[in-house]
């Protein structure tokens, strides 16, 4: 994959209670990634963007809720997720790695 589009496989990160608590206990980032992307990417899309070594990747799709709008009812779309497990002796940091 070319250099451009690996930046363009992560979209946010995602910092929820739940992903604050996996980051401190088991050394994991929680990334909202490209529906089409594979582990293999989501690795390297990481490792370029913030020079640190990945370990091990988990995706997972996340399901649209059913909603209503007012007398109608939609969907909201389905999204990936990533969680990115750091090598041992890496450590991450969004807010300094911004740059």
Same mark, same amino acid.
């Given at each position: 994959?070319?250099?451009?589009?690996?930046?363009?496989?992560?979209?946010?990160?995602?910092?929820?209670?739940?992903?604050?608590?996996?980051?401190?206990?088991?050394?994991?980032?929680?990334?909202?990634?490209? @529906?089409?992307?594979?582990?293999?990417?989501?690795? $390297?899309? /990481?490792? !370029? *963007?913030? #020079?640190? +070594?990945?370990?091990?990747?988990?995706?997972?799709?996340?399901?649209?809720?059913?909603?209503?709008?007012?007398?109608?009812?939609?969907?909201?779309?389905?999204?990936? @997720?990533?969680?990115?497990?750091?090598?041992?002796? $890496?450590? /991450?940091? !969004? *807010?300094? #790695?911004? +740059?």
């Amino acid at each position: 994959m070319k250099k451009m589009d690996l930046y363009n496989v992560l979209l946010s990160p995602l910092i929820t209670e739940k992903s604050n608590i996996v980051a401190e206990k088991q050394q994991q980032v929680v990334f909202k990634v490209l @529906k089409s992307a594979t582990k293999a990417e989501v690795k $390297q899309a /990481f490792e !370029l *963007a913030f #020079n640190a +070594k990945v370990e091990k990747v988990s995706l997972l799709i996340v399901k649209g809720k059913t909603k209503r709008f007012g007398r109608f009812t939609g969907k909201r779309v389905d999204w990936k @997720k990533a969680y990115i497990c750091l090598s041992p002796g $890496q450590n /991450f940091d !969004l *807010a300094s #790695n911004q +740059k």
